[in-house]
């Protein structure tokens, strides 16, 4: 008998044990959620918007498409120099077919760096950040708004006090150029579009509910407070319900200043209460830093949204083109006259040549020559464009007059060249810009937009064979004075008559030609009004140095500006700085009375024009030389 007691003792024994152990287990699981132990910065007791996940998933794709938009230089390219390709002056469609991998160049540090401003919201960052905000950096902080400070403060903006207030503004000068260097123009569009924020009722609910949701875990994990609790819950989810659906005071409910007294008076009950600190102050640590990767990340997505509209043509833009050339084929122009086809050919008259895939901007620029040439019958344009552009440029140039000046348009992908192989195809390549930064140790860095030559102006003396001397326009100037005394100057046997920008010197670029032999004293030059002597160009055979030095550099990145600036290097005729005025596309302080008596206006920059983002003071000028009363304008809503 007691042989068979004893197995069933033990079996029982080990039941007791079990029950125990399950026992003890369902007593620690509560206690773990209400010590919040599970998670010390989230509660349980009411919802809040979850915004991490979300925003790295979105922050992931947002990089993945700047990485794909930007090409990288290698590291060891500059400590102090910054140089990003802008977008391509008149880009076609660039999104149907794809970015070309260098449309977007990246800086070569990190302050300029799209990419590279993913790394601004890692791990390691927001570990800092939330260092930041301990309270150690809070008693900092609140010191740093003592009587002494305010004191300071008031000196500062009182009339008398000029130093203080001239600190203030280079204060703001340096952070909108260190901004405009991480997101170029977008920083300077940004801050001449803010709008005022008069909404006070959302904002201060917002407020409101950022310090009710601090509060709220410490307050529900003590029992002696459950109605308190249950009533801050209930406000909050309130708060929370308003605010998913409201922007602004005018939309929000009728019954909303009998909340908000109500949210008051528990966050002052709550305040009232002794409660842990610590888990207060881990919850506010949590909030700010879901606030500032959140903002981080709208201003990373804005500025990537505004990179992608400067790049990509309008709709309206889009529509034009496509109706020319639906037109064209339905009622194509008549042939060319013999008397106009020997005029493209006549190297007496004065031949401009303009690389574009843009009808507007072409057709701004030749109507701006022509209205204030003295002898336009002695203009002829030369329009280079790429076979999708070719049909709704032939088009519209061919019905509409510029006084007695001629224009031809050349699809540059049907054009046979002498020392191109035939299963070759050559396409058109438009002016490019680079962003080019320096940073100062002794003062806020500059930052200069270069425009240069593409690869498809190194054919002018193929595609011209019969011409000695041209002026090349790019597509985003206008014109405002009489060039043809341009054709009476004596270059000095140089190739290229161009406007310099002394602000870079080419030893400022050392570290981008790597052991090339540079000038000191040589500047940079700026495409947009260049007199050519295709002659000469043909003597130096400057088309074949070129060509030589884009073989040798190994790299694609920015292959276009080093290749110009050495192959012209001894060949740059210096023109007037007066005869063009730079930086209309991307600098908003040059003076209207200046934009007004320029020669030349020049575009470079973002903000073209012909956009939504140019800038509207300027923008001006370059509207009044369309034809407003045209009938596929009106069609298109270009007006």
Known sequence: MKGGILPAKRRWKGLVIAVLGLVLLSLLVPLVFLLGLHNGFHSSGYTTPQHSSASDDESTHVDDLMQRLEPTFPKDFGENIV?????????????????????LGVNSTGVGDLAKAKQSTGVGDLAKAKQSTGVGDLAKKKQSTGVG?????????????????????????????????????????????????????????????????????????????????????????????????????????????????????????????????????????????????????????????????????????????????????????????????????????????????????SSAVINSTVTHAKESENQVFHVV???????????????????????????????????????????????????????????????????????????????????????????DIIVQRDLSVLWGINMDGKVNGAVQCCSVRLIQLQKLFADKRLDETSCAWMSGLNVIDLVRWKEQDISGRYLKLVTEMNSEEAVALRASLLAFQGELYALDDKWVLSGLGHNYGVDIETVKNARVLHYNGNMKPWLELGIRDYTVSWRKFLNQENQFLSDCNIN
């Open 385 to 475: 464009t790429d076979r999708q552009n070719y049909f709704a440029m032939k088009l519209w140039f061919s019905r509409n007059k510029y006084m007695e000046a001629t224009v031809e348009v050349l699809n540059i992908e049907d054009h046979k060249l002498e020392n191109n192989k035939a299963s070759t195809s050559i396409h058109l390549s438009l002016p490019e810009e680079y962003r080019v930064s320096f940073h100062k140790v002794d003062g806020p860095p500059t930052t200069e937009y270069l425009s240069v030559f593409s690869h498809s102006h190194y054919l002018l003396p193929e595609i011209f064979p019969s011409l000695k001397k041209v002026v090349v326009l790019d597509d």
């Open 149 to 361: 400070d305010l004191g300071k403060k008031k000196q500062s903006t009182d009339v008398g006090s000029t130093p203080g207030a001239t600190e203030n503004i280079r204060d703001i000068d340096e952070g909108e150029k260190l901004c405009e260097l991480k997101f170029g123009s977008y920083c300077l569009w940004r801050r001449n579009h803010k709008e005022k924020v008069n909404d006070f009722t959302v904002r201060k609910m917002k407020d409101l509910l950022y310090v009710a949701r601090a509060y709220y875990p410490s307050i529900a994990k003590l029992p002696a407070l459950d109605k308190l609790s249950h009533e801050m819950k209930q406000n909050i989810q309130d708060f929370e319900r308003v605010l998913s659906v409201t922007t602004v005071d005018k939309d929000l409910p009728p019954l909303i200043d009998q909340k908000l007294p109500k949210m008051e008076a528990v966050i002052a009950q709550a305040k009232a209460c002794r409660v842990d600190c610590s888990n207060v102050d881990k919850k506010f640590r949590q909030l700010v830093d879901l606030t500032e990767d959140e903002a981080t990340f709208h201003m990373r997505q804005s500025a990537f949204l505004y990179q992608l509209a400067v790049q990509t043509m309008p709709k309206s833009h889009h529509c034009l083109s496509m109706r020319l050339t639906v037109e064209y084929f339905r009622d194509p122009p008549p042939d060319i006259d013999q008397s106009l086809a020997e005029r493209h050919l006549n190297p007496d008259l004065h031949h401009f040549v303009i690389f574009s895939s843009n009808v507007l901007a």
């Open 83 to 103: 140089v990003g390709k802008a977008e391509n002056k008149t880009a076609g469609f660039p999104l149907l077919d794809g970015l070309p991998k260098e449309r």
